[in-house]
């Protein structure tokens, strides 16, 4: 009983501590950075979230989708209609809407396409994302083409910092319960063979649709904070489908199906790209580098950047086995031996 205890609470100090410390460091970085940097984080901070939530049904559920950013702009689009004047809704009313929106869209896509498997899902999920696009292009009440403001703010960088770096806390911890829930444990069943969780009486349709819906609802609430943030959208800023490639992107350089694995991948590549872009431009030479920089950890971390710490782990222990007494230099015929032969 002692040990189990002694592993569930290094296990619980395992998980709580580097939350601890990434709250501590989130939260003074403003008195210590300029605006610049405070403006870089709000961006880390909104991908890593937007990444965490696509992990959940291409990680943690094994359904690679295409379509993602769907979500994140149903949830922009439903801040900026409801705060339109006329009906003047209150910034923070509008984001429930927006998960609740995406959710049932989510729900309605969910049913038919879920039935399918691998490249078959991705496709018909890019497709249904482009005819979303498509469709806000075109209808009056979104703006078409020339899009729509969201009404001056006179709020500052902080508060958009905080409003996205608090949805990023509030996801990981959610993301923490779900991945040691029984829902969790589900989903996970579902994803390494649907055949046997089907055979254990678990309902594999109804445990991947709640995953879509939960992925889709929480980066539509990132797309209400987005839009309000940047204070114009329009189908090219909030529906273009470069935003879901890099979700999988950075969930994949992170880590799939891993808890810190989205916030590493999104951290690393937000700021590698940031700085690359600062130095060398929107250029050819920048993109290489990018394209460069993932295909080496793809190559040789596939679990992702979190496979450095049970490498590291693994090739310290490694170095202790190999540190055993006999290993000691040999010392020699003991010279009282070599007397008495002579």
Do not use: C
């Not at 984080?41 to 094994?62: C, D, E, K, P, R």
């Not at 003047?88 to 896509?109: E, H, K, R, S, Y």
């Not at 959208?233 to 979700?247: C, E, F, K, R, Y």
């Not at 679990?303 to 782990?313: E, F, I, K, S, Y």
């Amino acid at each position: 009983m002692r040990a189990g205890g002694a592993n569930s609470a290094r296990l619980t100090a395992r998980s709580v501590i580097p939350l601890v410390v990434v709250v501590v460091f989130l939260a003074t970085l403003p008195l210590w950075v300029d605006d610049y940097w405070v403006r870089v984080w709000t961006g880390v901070a909104m991908w890593a979230g937007l990444a965490a939530s696509w992990n959940i049904i291409g990680g943690y559920a094994g359904y690679i989708s295409f379509g993602h950013v769907a979500f994140f702009g149903i949830g922009a689009y439903a801040t900026a209609i409801l705060m339109q004047p006329g009906l003047d809704w209150n910034f923070f009313l509008t984001l429930p809407v927006g998960a609740v929106v995406a959710g049932v869209f989510a729900f309605i896509v969910g049913w038919p396409t879920l039935r399918l498997r691998g490249a078959y899902f991705a496709i018909a999920t890019w497709a249904l994302a482009e005819a979303l696009a498509q469709l806000v292009n075109t209808v009056d009440f979104t703006g078409g083409s020339f899009g729509l403001s969201t009404p001056g703010n006179a709020e500052t960088g902080f508060f958009y910092y905080a409003m996205l770096i608090a949805s990023a806390l509030i996801y990981l911890i959610i993301f923490a319960v779900f991945e040691r829930s029984r829902f969790g444990y589900k989903v996970k069943a579902v994803r390494d063979n649907e055949a046997a969780a089907q055979s254990l009486g678990i309902n594999t349709t109804s445990v991947k649709l709640q995953a879509f819906v939960m992925s889709a609802a929480l980066p539509a609430v990132l797309g209400g904070i987005n839009a309000y943030w940047i204070t114009f959208i329009n189908p090219q800023s909030v529906l273009a489908g470069d935003i879901t490639d890099q979700m999988v992107v950075m969930a994949l350089v992170g880590g799939l199906g891993h808890l810190w694995g989205p916030a590493i991948g999104a951290t690393v590549l937000y700021l590698s790209s940031t700085w690359l872009n600062a130095h060398f431009g929107s250029s050819t030479g920048y993109i290489a580098m990018i394209g460069a920089l993932l295909a080496l950890i793809v190559l040789f971390l596939p679990d992702g950047l979190v496979g450095l710490m049970p490498r590291a782990r693994n090739m310290r222990l490694v170095r202790q086995m190999l540190r055993l007494p006999d290993r000691r230099a040999d010392p020699g015929p003991d010279p009282d031996t070599s007397r008495e032969r002579s």
